[in-house]
T-cell receptor
Framework: GAGVSQSPSNKVTEKGKDVELRCDPI?????LYWYRQSLGQGLEFLIY????????KSGLPSDRFSAERTGGSVSTLTIQRTQQEDSAVYLC??????????????FGPGTRLTVL | DAKTTQPTSMDCAEGRAANLPCNHS???????VYWYRQIHSQGPQYIIH???NNETNEMASLIITEDRKSSTLILPHATLRDTAVYYC????????????FGEGTQLTVNP
């Protein structure tokens, strides 16, 4: 079956522009996560969606970052007024809720964002 | 979440067992130990998890010490495709199921 997909795979933008990154989770997965990985760094949690509950936004680094999940499926991460320090690989993961503590998150291939 | 400590890098000969250690001395009673790996330019991949008993699946074995302060991931017959960064993560329900990735161990399997 299809895994987690993300688009675009690569995005180059100019400083100050807005960007949208898309994530299509595995069908039936109710939990969705966004992480980012800067060059040579570990993964950093950004935001977590679970069903109709309010998302956990505690990892978003600034108010320029926002995310939404429509219809409990596709999610979009938006970065406004991009800065060079936003350059990173943005990873999306999904998971079947209700199987705690089996926390197997399925990751997509990521979107590599480069801010010039 | 409890903090984990792993060696920065390890080498292993192809076909031999790779034993990757992890210290998690501040782990609490309801936290699990998870292992993920990340092959270059790919997203992380779940390997295995455990609470206090040793676990085995088709990918690896997980040995957790009786005091739960450390664990070892064992790849019984390492192949070149096992070259990756291996992350040991401690997580419980209070974390909302987020995974806190540290620096991990870069395992290089040599021919």
């Amino acid at each position: 079956g299809a895994g987690v997909s993300q688009s675009p795979s690569n995005k180059v933008t100019e400083k100050g522009k807005d960007v949208e990154l898309r994530c299509d989770p595995i069908s039936g997965h109710t939990a969705l996560y966004w992480y980012r990985q800067s060059l040579g760094q570990g993964l950093e949690f950004l935001i977590y969606f679970q069903g109709n509950s309010a998302p956990d936004k505690s990892g978003l680094p600034s108010d320029r970052f926002s995310a939404e999940r429509t219809g409990g499926s596709v999610s979009t991460l938006t970065i406004q007024r991009t800065q060079q320090e936003d350059s990173a690989v943005y990873l999306c993961a999904s998971r079947v809720r209700g199987t705690e503590p089996y926390n197997e998150q399925f990751f997509g291939p990521g979107t590599r964002l480069t801010v010039l | 979440d409890a903090k984990t400590t792993q060696p920065t890098s390890m080498d292993c000969a192809e076909g031999r067992a790779a034993n990757l250690p992890c210290n998690h001395s501040t782990i609490s009673g309801n936290e699990y130990v998870y292992w993920y790996r990340q092959i270059h330019s790919q997203g992380p991949q779940y390997i295995i998890h455990g609470l206090k008993n040793n676990e085995t699946n088709e990918m690896a074995s997980l040995i957790i010490t009786e005091d739960r302060k450390s664990s070892t991931l064992i790849l019984p017959h390492a192949t070149l495709r096992d070259t990756a960064v291996y992350y040991c993560i401690v997580s419980g329900e209070t974390s909302g199921s987020r995974l806190t990735f540290g620096e991990g161990t870069q395992l290089t399997v040599n021919p």
